[in-house]
T-cell receptor, first 113, second 115 residues
Framework: GDSVTQMEGPVTLSEEACLTI???????????LFWYVQYPGEGLQLLLK?????DKGSNKGFEATYRKETTSFHLEKGSVQVSDSAVYFC????????????FGKGTKLTVNP | NAGVTQTPKFQVLKTGQSMTLQCAQD?????MSWYRQDPGMGLRLIHY???????DQGEVPNGYNVSRSTTEDFPLRLLSAAPSQTSVYFC??????????????FGAGSRLTVL
């Protein structure tokens, strides 16, 4: 079935380090892809999205490129901050007909000063 | 403030009790959904609705009921609570079509403990 696989966490980095969180998916057709972020004690909020192959989503210094050939949507940031500490979720929405999102299990990021 | 409002934020139940988690949105979103979040499991879809009067099951619907009598409200009912339903529950909504479709707006969550 359709699924999203994220790298296992937790991930701990020092401030200004580079971040990559891997995300791969299994789906038929051309799904839309999303990264959501959950800050401590809050609900999830959209970080960025891409709706077709080779699209790059970006927001708050984070980027992810929709790679159809490798079925991937890795999240990257060149220099993380303490305020980026959160849980990050990769998700997909199937092409056509369904409003449902399928989420990965989440990756917890902790950034130390 | 526009958004998704969930109540209560915290609830403790005994096994076998029933309760309703409330969810309301004021953004005129057609699509509403309930997820549960468990450690190591991510978010799993319980039920969803694409409009008033229309509901459908998600990945883990057993033990939960929903209804959608208005566009704004989408309550989640636990008929006979079980310890396996201890979780954090999130309500989320979005436009069904157009630019905002599938960009979910989440509530702050409801933490439920079943003893």
């Amino acid at each position: 079935g359709d699924s999203v696989t994220q790298m296992e966490g937790p991930v701990t980095l020092s401030e200004e380090a580079c971040l990559t969180i891997n995300c791969t998916y299994t789906a038929t057709g051309y799904p839309s892809l999303f990264w959501y972020v959950q800050y401590p004690g809050e609900g999830l909020q959209l970080l960025l999205k891409a709706t077709k192959a080779d699209d790059k989503g970006s927001n708050k210094g984070f980027e992810a490129t929709y790679r159809k050939e490798t079925t991937s949507f890795h999240l990257e940031k060149g220099s993380v901050q303490v305020s980026d500490s959160a849980v990050y979720f990769c998700a997909l929405r199937l092409q056509g007909g369904s409003e449902k999102l399928v989420f990965g299990k989440g990756t917890k990021l902790t950034v130390n000063p | 403030n526009a958004g998704v409002t969930q109540t209560p934020k915290f609830q403790v139940l005994k096994t076998g009790q029933s309760m309703t988690l409330q969810c309301a949105q004021d953004m005129n979103h057609e699509y509403m959904s309930w997820y549960r979040q468990d450690p190591g499991m991510g978010l799993r879809l319980i039920h969803y609705s694409v409009g008033a009067g229309i509901t459908d099951q998600g990945e883990v619907p057993n033990g939960y009921n929903v209804s959608r009598s208005t566009t704004e409200d989408f309550p989640l009912r636990l008929l006979s609570a079980a310890p396996s339903q201890t979780s954090v529950y999130f309500c989320a909504s979005s436009y069904g079509t157009g630019v905002g479709a599938n960009v979910l707006t989440f509530g702050a969550g409801s933490r439920l403990t079943v003893l």
